[in-house]
């Protein structure tokens, strides 16, 4: 019975994230999911209760361990990171360790404000940007901490982009295949610890 009811909260989890990813949250309705899981709607009101529910439930499945290998990937750069180490463990989780589905899931999060600051920034992420606002203060002593913060806010933007555009860039640049991941990556740090590393005119 235990591990039914395990599997069937699962098979929720993954249609969900699969819909909302592909579709975006306003567009998916509780009756697709069920449809794509193959439950019935007693199973989602009774494993989540509603929907905004499950939509946390989510992003707390994905978002969590993306933030745990954030930490661990800048508590092991040292205790002095530069730029480019700090901006790789903010973006590498994401771009490169995970799944295109849940890629296409968190560029849905990052390119919807509502859902982004309600439901993944206040409860997942200001604990997590403020360890990075710390480590760029850090490396880079000449910017106020409002200046880091707007470039985290850029960052983020750019990451937002990359995530839910990769899939295009081999068309529209004329390539064959999308590029890989740890070129967009490589790419992606050297544009935003070049912004980073501008002078504060302001």
């Known amino acids: ?26 567009a998916t309705s509780l009756r697709d999911i069920t449809a794509e899981a193959d439950v019935n709607l007693a199973a989602v009101n009774y494993h989540f209760q509603s929907k905004d529910s499950l939509i946390d439930a989510v992003i707390a499945r994905r978002i969590e361990p993306v933030n745990e290998k954030r930490l661990k990937m800048l508590e092991s750069a040292g205790p002095n990171p530069n730029l480019e180490q700090i901006l790789l463990a903010f ?21 919807s404000p509502d859902i982004f600051v309600t439901r993944m920034f206040k409860v997942h992420l200001a604990p997590v940007v403020e360890c990075f606002s710390a480590a760029i203060a850090k490396a880079a002593p000449e910017l106020s901490r409002t200046e880091i913060l707007w470039r985290l806010h850029f960052t983020a933007g750019a990451m937002a982009h990359t995530l839910a555009r990769t ?15 740890q070129t967009v990556l490589a790419r992606l740090v050297t544009f935003t ?9 302001l």
């Open 167 to 181: 899939h295009l860039l081999g068309s529209l640049m004329g390539l064959p295949d999308p590029p890989e991941r």
């Open 1 to 26: 019975m235990i591990a039914k009811a395990v599997d069937t909260k699962t098979r929720i989890l993954d249609a969900a994230e699969k819909l909302f990813g592909k579709n975006g949250f306003d």
């Open 193 to 201: 610890a070049a912004g980073f590393r501008a002078p504060e005119d």
């Open 91 to 111: 973006l590498a989780p994401l771009l490169v360790h995970h799944p295109a589905p849940v890629l296409d899931l968190m560029g849905r999060i990052m390119a």
